[in-house]
T-cell receptor, first 115, second 112 residues
Framework: EAGVAQSPRYKIIEKRQSVAFWCNPI?????LYWYQQILGQGPKLLIQ????????DSQLPKDRFSAERLKGVDSTLKIQPAKLEDSAVYLC?????????????FGSGTQLSVL | AQSVTQLGSHVSVSEGALVLLRCNYS??????LFWYVQYPNQGLQLLLK??????LVKGINGFEAEFKKSETSFHLTKPSAHMSDAAEYFC??????????FGTGTSLTVIP
C-alpha cells in the first residue's frame, strides 16, 4: 500500500517569509496529524484532524501557523511569517481512526531551514 | 497528563551485543505504550506497542519490550545487535484522546 506522502522534502527560506507543506495520507485513513520535530527532540503534535475537522490544535502557534484538511483527505500546513525557531522537520502522520492504540503511519517529513 | 522520559540520548553497542533502550512514562490512566524507530531521512515506523494483556511485547526485527507497571517502565531490548539497527528510537505514550506524547529519542550506534 502507498505510504504517507509529503512535499517538499527540503525547504530553505529567510525569516519573515511564508512556506507551505503538503501531505497526502494513506487512503482511507480518517485521522491526520502534523508534528514538529526540532533537532534533538521528539515529535511534538501541532494539530490533529479527524476527517476534515480539527480535534486538537492546542499546541499550534495560531498567530503564524495554519492548517487545513479540505475534503478530509490532503492537508496543508502553512507558516507565515516564519521565524528562526521554526527550523525543524515537519512530519505528517495518519491513522485509520482516532483510537488510543492506533498505529501511526509517518511520512518522511519536510526539513525546513529558516535563515 | 502523560509524559515519557528516555534515559540516554545516545547508546553505543557492539555488533552482537545486547541492546537496551530505557523508557519511563507518567500516566494518570492505564497507558498505551509504543516504540517507534526512525532511520536516517525516513519517517517513524512502529516497532511494537503495548495495549492490554501480556506485558512482554514482541515487535519487528527481533525487538521486544516489557511493560512494568510497578516501575512505570517500558524498556526496549534486543538480544543481539545488528548493524542495520543503527537508528533513532522513540518511546511514546497515548492518552484516551488519541494524543501521542513522544520521548526525546535515543540514538543507537552499532559498532562493528
Amino acid at each position: 500500500e502507498a505510504g504517507v506522502a509529503q512535499s517538499p522534502r527540503y525547504k530553505i527560506i529567510e525569516k519573515r517569509q511564508s512556506v507551505a507543506f503538503w501531505c497526502n495520507p494513506i487512503s482511507g485513513h480518517a485521522t491526520l496529524y502534523w508534528y514538529q520535530q526540532i533537532l534533538g527532540q521528539g515529535p511534538k503534535l501541532l494539530i490533529q484532524f479527524q476527517n476534515n475537522g480539527v480535534v486538537d490544535d492546542s499546541q499550534l502557534p495560531k498567530d503564524r501557523f495554519s492548517a487545513e484538511r479540505l475534503k478530509g483527505v490532503d492537508s496543508t500546513l502553512k507558516i507565515q511569517p516564519a521565524k528562526l525557531e521554526d527550523s525543524a522537520v515537519y512530519l505528517c502522520a495518519s491513522s485509520l481512526d482516532m483510537r488510543a492504540d492506533e498505529k501511526l503511519f509517518f511520512g518522511s517529513g519536510t526539513q525546513l531551514s529558516v535563515l | 497528563a502523560q509524559s515519557v522520559t528516555q534515559l540516554g540520548s545516545h547508546v553505543s553497542v557492539s555488533e552482537g551485543a545486547l541492546v537496551l533502550l530505557r523508557c519511563n512514562y507518567s500516566s494518570s490512566v492505564p497507558p498505551y505504550l509504543f516504540w517507534y524507530v526512525q532511520y536516517p531521512n525516513q519517517g517513524l515506523q512502529l516497532l511494537l506497542k503495548y495495549t492490554t494483556g501480556a506485558t512482554l511485547v514482541k515487535g519487528i526485527n527481533g525487538f521486544e519490550a516489557e511493560f512494568k507497571k510497578s516501575e512505570t517502565s517500558f524498556h526496549l531490548t534486543k538480544p543481539s545487535a545488528h548493524m542495520s539497527d543503527a537508528a533513532e528510537y522513540f518511546c511514546a505514550v497515548s492518552d484516551p484522546g488519541n494524543q501521542f506524547y513522544f520521548g526525546t529519542g535515543t540514538s543507537l550506534t552499532v559498532i562493528p
